[in-house]
């Protein structure tokens, strides 16, 4: 178990965003930041160590810079599934946090390993290539080893590790989730040629009729977590989680919710594949990053 580490990064999270931020040290599921109010809160972990602290620090100034308002808003009005956009922003702030500061490259790796040895995304046991596209995505990049993709697959990858502005993030958010959906769609198809091609009491190939592999209703079991809490978390996580966090309640419009785990939702039509594995409605509105 990796030693509890917990020491005051105030200073360090104000100076790497270049502003006067606010941070908060407390009991919380993970990091997040608040794009509105500029509030950092950076968790006390039982297996907290120095690079992983250092790495939630980093990845959530890259927030305090790169992820905006605009943004979130942008995600309630066109519609696009929040799961999806959080999964993608984090690697485009990701990438331009360490390429901003080079030398934390090998913090965002050394702390990820950590996390992923002490099973912080719950993946232990579980065979992950059968996780849908999107979170199949959040692990390569969050340095998961032995994730596969097919060739049609890594285009997906490619695109993610390309993006450089929030409207990329966007447009590509609402191409993937088509994507997965027909993706499904297809597979449900074949699976219900199969059955009736089948002969009679035998069920035929897929008779689970799950579709594409982790994207089914059975995806929701997928429970994995995020570095950095959902920016554009719904109002109905928060009222499911408590918004206990910040002690403040939530309404339409607000920025701050407590951290949802990193849960995606799976779905195809009011869910889709994020990081986690709870139902979450895609009325998004201005909230905290993670």
């Not at 697959?153 to 590509?172: G, P, Q, S, Y």
């Not at 554009?232 to 407590?258: A, L, N, Q, R």
């Amino acid at each position: 178990m990796t030693q509890t580490f917990t020491k005051d990064n105030t200073v360090l999270a104000k100076l790497f965003a270049e502003e006067d931020i606010h941070v908060v040290h407390r009991q919380a599921h993970t990091a997040s930041f608040d794009v509105k109010k500029r509030e950092l809160v950076l968790p006390i972990l039982k297996f907290m160590s120095k690079d992983i602290q250092d790495l939630m620090t980093l990845h959530e100034v890259g927030h305090a810079f790169w992820t905006t308002v605009d943004m979130m808003r942008e995600t309630s009005e066109r519609k696009i599934h929040h799961s999806i956009v959080n999964i993608l922003e984090d690697v485009r702030i990701e990438k331009m946090i360490q390429e901003k500061y080079k030398g934390s490259k090998v913090i965002f790796k050394r702390g990820y390993q950590e996390l992923i040895k002490n099973n912080f995304f719950e993946t232990k046991g579980k065979d992950i290539n059968s996780y849908n596209l999107i979170d199949r995505i959040n692990l390569h990049f969050k340095h998961h080893e032995n994730v596969e993709f097919s060739d049609d697959e890594m285009v997906w990858v490619k695109k993610a590790d390309a993006t450089k502005t929030c409207a990329e993030v966007l447009d590509l958010a609402e191409e993937l989730h088509t994507f997965m959906k027909e993706q499904q769609e297809s597979q449900e198809s074949m699976t219900d040629m199969n059955a009736m091609s089948a002969p009679s009491g035998e069920s035929g190939d897929g008779e689970s009729g799950e579709g594409m592999e982790g994207f089914g209703e059975d995806s929701g079991e997928q429970e994995m977590k995020e570095i950095l809490q959902d920016p554009f978390t719904s109002e109905t996580e928060t009222e499911e989680s408590g918004g206990s966090e910040s002690g403040e309640s939530e309404s339409e419009g607000s920025d701050s919710s407590e951290s949802t785990d990193g849960e995606s939702d799976d779905s195809s039509e009011e869910k889709s594949s994020g990081s986690d594995g709870e139902e979450t409605e895609d009325t998004t509105d201005e909230k905290t990053t993670k």
